[in-house]
């Protein structure tokens, strides 16, 4: 059988992904990005692993700064990944008019989310189209312990695949 990409795509779209934000901040500059591309990969250290395209602002400050976070959202209030597909509208106190603050490592935690990890890389592997940024978790919080994380399904939203041209 053929792989043409409307089966790549279909197929891939079929994987259950976690959907989140990502926090970044490196030298003033801040941001919040959707992310699917999520694993724990470790338990000794706990390691974090996500997936960031390498033209995002988001790659651009975790490289930088070596940081990130990541910010569970529960599942029945998924329409605020949306606005984070594209680079965030930073006032000084919201990103995309959502609350954040700080923690251990300096990357924006959302003080809506229901649960939050604040990772220091450990590690980055270059894969293409994207870099898998390994995080170990040194601070976090859950915030509603009764909500269910967002997925993907939850959503009409689709990432992956092959790269649209």
Sequence with gaps: MALDDELLNRVTWKIPNALALVGSAHDGERNGM????????????????????????????????????????????????????????????????????????????????LAWMDCEVRHTLDLGTHTLFVGEIVDASINDDEATPASMNDTRMKYGGVKRH
Excluded: C, Y
Aim: aromatic share 8%; proline share 5%.
């Design 34 to 113: 959707t992310t699917s591309w999520i694993t724990q990969l470790s338990m000794e250290p706990v390691l974090i692993g996500i997936g960031v395209d390498n033209d995002a602002v988001t790659h651009r400050l975790i490289s930088g700064s070596g940081a990130f976070s990541l910010n569970l959202w529960d599942a029945e209030n998924t329409r605020v990944f949306v606005k984070f597909s594209k680079p965030a509208n930073d006032d000084g106190t919201t990103l995309n008019d959502r609350p954040v603050s700080t923690a251990t490592t300096g990357a924006p935690i959302f003080d809506e989310a």
